[in-house]
């Protein structure tokens, strides 16, 4: 197995992070061409809204598993109490705003990525909101941000779908 050299992560984590990228890539790319009324507009029943899923994707998938749990960041933990429901978007706030926000996490958890080996255990768990940790590497980590990146993916198709009937990808005979 190939050693990583400094600042650059061995071939499992780059390869493991070129998986999490085609997945932020197609949930940026489902929601190209939809108006601000339309990344606004509840289209399930639970009235979550496509802005409101990448400002989830952001706050509570990038900032919390990246910057609090694998890098125990104490900023990022202090700063975590501070947006409650990060699927609610304020309707003063832009929508370039919103997807800005999820391209900046992307790049501060891109940063811990890269420099974290993949056997390093998670530096800060919230034991009294989740109990035990389950989750004991930051290969389990990328693991997880990438099942549950595609699952929301899966959610952003479906809906956008709903909207103007585009659908990201379809493979054809």
């Not at 070129?18 to 197609?26: A, I, P, Q, S, T």
């Not at 509840?42 to 400002?55: A, E, K, N």
Request: with cysteine; glycine share 8%; aromatic share 6%.
């Amino acid at each position: 197995m190939t050693e990583p050299t400094a600042g650059q992560p061995g071939p499992e984590i780059k390869a493991l992070l070129d998986c999490l990228n085609g997945r932020r890539k197609h949930v940026l790319g489902a929601l190209d061409g939809l108006d601000e009324a339309d990344l606004r507009r509840p289209v399930l029943p639970s009235g979550w809204t496509c802005l409101g899923l990448v400002r989830h994707l952001a706050l509570d998938v990038e900032r919390f598993w990246f910057g609090a749990v694998l890098a125990g960041d104490p900023a990022v933990i202090a700063a975590l109490g501070d947006e409650p429901d990060a699927w609610q978007v304020d309707p003063g706030l832009p929508a370039a705003a919103v997807l800005d926000r999820y391209r900046h996490e992307i790049s501060l958890a891109d940063a811990i990525i890269t420099a974290t080996p993949a056997e390093a255990a998670p530096a800060w768990w919230p034991t009294e909101h989740f109990g035990d940790q389950n989750i004991h590497s930051h290969r389990e980590i990328l693991l997880h941000v990438i099942a549950e990146t595609a699952c929301h993916t899966g959610h952003l198709d479906a809906v956008r779908e709903l909207i103007d009937g585009h659908r990201w990808l379809v493979m054809t005979d």
